[in-house]
């Protein structure tokens, strides 16, 4: 199994972290580097939005074999939450605890930054 610091992903993402963080920013403002980031990703985030937007309607033939659902009712609402509860609260807690790792493993690292900045 390959650990997760070790995919391409991670490590094309730290790579442009790294030269972000090196020629761009500079290595006494590394806080700006978020900010650096989502200016250089807007661009793309726009062109995407605006693509998806001239997207074409759905065609008579679209709709005609798009399966026709309708709102559950409370009853059957609460039939599919007894039914799935474990799973519900399992991915709910598992998220939350993902989530909080996340949270600090960000903090930790913005601490870290902080520390090393000459302010």
């Known amino acids: 199994m390959i650990a997760y610091r070790d995919c391409p992903h991670e490590m094309a993402c730290r790579a442009l972290g790294e030269y972000v963080r090196a020629s761009v920013v500079g290595a006494n403002n590394a806080l700006w580097m978020p900010v650096v980031i989502a ?27 798009q399966t026709k659902r309708r709102p559950m009712s409370g ?8 039914k799935y ?16 790792f996340i949270r600090r493993t960000i903090t930790a690292r913005i601490d870290t930054l902080v520390a090393q900045s000459h302010f």
């Open 75 to 82: 009853l059957e609402r609460a039939k599919f939450l007894r």
């Open 39 to 65: 200016t250089a990703y807007a661009p793309v985030a726009i062109l995407a939005l605006l693509v998806l937007n001239g997207a074409a309607p759905p065609t008579p033939e679209d709709v005609r074999r």
């Open 85 to 100: 509860a474990v799973g519900i609260v399992n991915f709910t807690a598992s998220s939350g605890n993902c989530l909080e």
